[in-house]
């Protein structure tokens, strides 16, 4: 006997680039903050042979923004992947994915221009990260204003 496919759920497939991108930087990113973003070597070698390097990661200072505006994003578009019909008036869901990748990718390449001092190696990771997602909020803006959500059905 054959299943029959279930009309909801989370269905990959069905999820436009745009929307793929952003879920996945989405994700990334915010795996990224629980990284180190700023060390700092208190003694600044002034005494040979001790280190003292403080770490902060990237839940610090703009980090607390990026990471609740992430949330929103990787639920905003998993609902829309989920097939969860959100009734937004006049303004398009695609759309605002795109917002909420935008602002998201912003705040991300804020907080890594606030940490130059210092620098750590997950801050890069994370404004590469925000560089793809910035590309991705683009490619999901434009297919806003093509009114499409998802590719068309594969035959």
Do not use: H
């Not at 990787?74 to 303004?91: D, F, K, R, Y």
């Amino acid at each position: 006997m054959a299943q029959q496919p279930q009309a909801g759920g989370f269905n990959w497939g069905r999820l436009s680039m745009g929307s793929k991108g952003l879920l996945i930087t989405g994700v990334l990113l915010f795996i990224d903050l629980f990284l180190p973003w700023q060390c700092v070597d208190l003694f600044g070698g002034l005494i040979p042979g001790q280190s003292g390097n403080i770490c902060v990661s990237g839940f610090n200072g703009f980090g607390v923004l990026v990471a609740i505006l992430a949330l929103a994003l990787i639920v905003w578009e998993a609902l829309l992947a989920a097939g969860v019909a959100i009734n937004m008036g006049t303004t398009s869901p695609a759309l605002i994915g795109a917002i909420l990748g935008g602002a998201t990718a912003l705040f991300a390449i804020i907080t890594f221009v606030s940490r130059l001092t210092g620098v750590a190696w997950g801050a890069f990771v994370g404004l590469l990260v925000a560089l793809a997602m910035a590309y991705a909020a683009y490619i999901r803006f434009q297919e806003s204003k093509l009114g499409g959500t998802a590719p068309p059905p594969a035959a």
